[in-house]
């Protein structure tokens, strides 16, 4: 049975940083794209960030690409989010997600991963 469960949300205030985990189980990460999406309220989810498998270069969204970065333990089967200068619009319920045999072009849309985590919240206040 695969399990990714998220960690590492928390309220903090603008400019702050946090690091986000997420620990796999059931699967290998480094044998699926990992992906960071996140959702605030009455928004639809949105991409963060990814590893596509086998691979250590990331895919970010440009506006994120300065504060935030994605890394993967493989020795502990976990996928982490590190984020920089948090800002009010952060503010969201962060999802880990992965996909095995995804194409470039499919990493930035949700409905094409098989597993997701529960999500941790983070909330960033100004």
């Known amino acids: 049975q695969v399990q990714l469960v998220e960690s590492g949300g928390g309220l903090v205030q603008a400019g702050d940083s946090l690091t986000l985990s997420c620990v796999a189980s059931?699967?290998?990460?480094?044998?699926?794209?990992m992906t960071w999406f996140r959702q605030a309220p009455g928004k639809e989810r949105e991409f963060v960030t990814a590893?596509?498998?086998?691979?250590?270069?990331?895919n970010y969204v440009d506006s994120m690409r300065e504060r935030f970065t994605i890394s993967r333990d493989n020795a502990k089967n976990t996928l982490y989010l590190r984020m920089n200068n948090l800002k009010p619009e952060d503010t969201a319920t962060y999802y880990c997600?992965?996909?095995?045999?995804?194409?470039?072009?499919?990493?930035?849309?949700?409905?094409?991963?098989?597993?997701w985590g529960q999500g941790t919240q983070v909330t960033v206040s100004s």
């Open positions: 997600a992965a996909g095995k045999n995804l194409i470039l072009s499919s990493i930035w849309t949700p409905r094409y991963y098989d597993y």
């Open positions: 590893l596509r498998r086998n691979t250590n270069t990331p």
């Open positions: 059931g699967l290998t990460v480094r044998d699926y794209t």
